[in-house]
Nanobody, 123 residues
Framework: VQLQASGGGLVQAGGSLRLSCAAS????????IGWFRQAPGNEREEVSC????????LYAASAKGRFTISRDNAKNTVYLQMNSLQPGDTAVYYC?????????????????WGQGTQVTVSS
């Protein structure tokens, strides 16, 4: 399993970014894919998740109404559209895969991780 996260960058408060997680070695229908973030000094937290075959979604309270997770099975890629970004969203964002095929908020359940992409939101 390989996950390649991309799309991070520097954006002003109120701006938007779209992160991509390109997966190889797996079929998205069989895995839950989660987006996590970790800021310096903070624990890694789940931002959003999309389950496999059902495509159910889960959002952290901080992400609801601003972030949207989606996937393109043909491209084997999961996206995280982030709108109305705030300085508090600054972190390294990681995507991860869980073969349980349903979403959880426990990072330890996700067995495969991408390398992370930096998101920096300036005020």
């Amino acid at each position: 399993v390989q996950l390649q996260a991309s799309g991070g960058g520097l954006v002003q408060a109120g701006g938007s970014l779209r992160l991509s997680c390109a997966a190889s070695g797996i079929t998205l229908d069989d895995y839950a894919i989660g987006w996590f973030r970790q800021a310096p000094g903070n624990e890694r937290e789940e931002v959003s998740c999309i389950s496999g075959s059902a495509g159910n979604t889960l959002y952290a309270a901080s992400a609801k109404g601003r972030f949207t997770i989606s996937r393109d099975n043909a491209k084997n890629t999961v996206y995280l559209q982030m709108n109305s970004l705030q300085p508090g969203d600054t972190a390294v964002y990681y995507c991860a895969a869980d073969d349980a095929n349903f979403c959880t908020v426990v990072a330890g359940n996700f067995g495969s991780w991408g390398q992370g992409t930096q998101v920096t939101v300036s005020s």
